[in-house]
């Protein structure tokens, strides 16, 4: 039961912005959305997470539509260590945290 | 705080031993995951605990892998007997609560041989 697409491979440039993209069209109103990363074979690294606005943190922005069927997580300033499989989760209520396949981003010089 | 602490880092055992996978989450969560995660299924949730209680077992393989949580600072997930294919790297996570994020530690590599 797949409650997020992501596209699996993205390339960005060096220096410029990473836009990645969600669909989560099933999610309910009670059910946050959130970003991780895992770099390399290291445990998944918390991004970000949003209800309703727009978030930002010192990592990156999320922004997710009015209608919260889709998001885009915004890395401003892509490096070459922002390369790695990043997962959107849509958390339910009850806690629960699945994972999906991610989308794997690779920053070039 | 020294974050999720998973032991050991690296696990070698022959088909059809007993292996156990421990874990001490960040002291004040009170959710706990674990995680299995191969080439072929990715990141699969096996169990997750709230205040100590198992919520949802589902993604337990099967009847040979068994987790228990019996206090706050302490889980185990065990494979009794193990076989090759449980080979994987097994993570275990903490969150304060259910809107709060969640903390990976670095999990353990399993190899069945």
């Known amino acids: 039961d797949a409650k997020t697409t992501q596209p699996p491979s993205m390339d960005c440039a060096e220096g410029r912005a990473a836009n990645l993209p969600c669909n989560h069209s099933?999610?309910?109103?009670?059910?946050?959305v959130y970003w991780y990363r895992q770099i390399h074979s290291q445990g998944p690294q918390y991004i970000i997470h949003?209800?309703?606005n727009n978030e930002t943190n010192e990592m990156a922005s999320l922004i997710i539509t009015e209608d919260r069927k889709s998001s885009t997580l915004i890395l401003p300033h892509a490096t070459l260590r922002d390369t790695a499989v990043y997962y959107c989760?849509?958390?339910?209520?009850?806690?629960?945290?699945?994972f999906g396949a991610g989308t794997r981003l690779t920053v070039k010089p | 705080d020294a974050g999720v602490i998973q032991s050991p880092r690296h696990e070698v055992t022959e088909m059809g031993q007993e292996v156990t996978l421990r874990c001490k989450p960040i002291?004040?969560?009170?959710?706990l995951f674990w995680y299995r995660q191969t080439m072929m299924r990715g990141l699969e949730l096996l169990i997750y605990?709230?205040?100590?209680?198992?919520?949802?077992d589902s993604g337990m393989p099967e009847d040979r892998f068994s987790a228990k949580m019996p206090n706050a600072s302490f889980s185990t997930l065990k494979i009794q007997p193990s076989e090759p294919r449980d080979s994987a790297v097994y993570f275990c996570?903490?969150?304060?609560?259910?809107?709060?994020?969640?903390?990976f530690g670095q999990g353990t590599r399993l190899t069945v041989v």
């Open positions: 099933t999610i309910s109103g009670n059910e946050y």
């Open positions: 002291s004040g969560h009170n959710s």
């Open positions: 989760i849509v958390r339910p209520a009850h806690n629960d945290m699945r």
């Open positions: 949003g209800l309703k």
């Open positions: 605990f709230n205040n100590n209680v198992p919520i949802d």
């Open positions: 996570a903490s969150s304060l609560d259910r809107v709060t994020e969640a903390f």
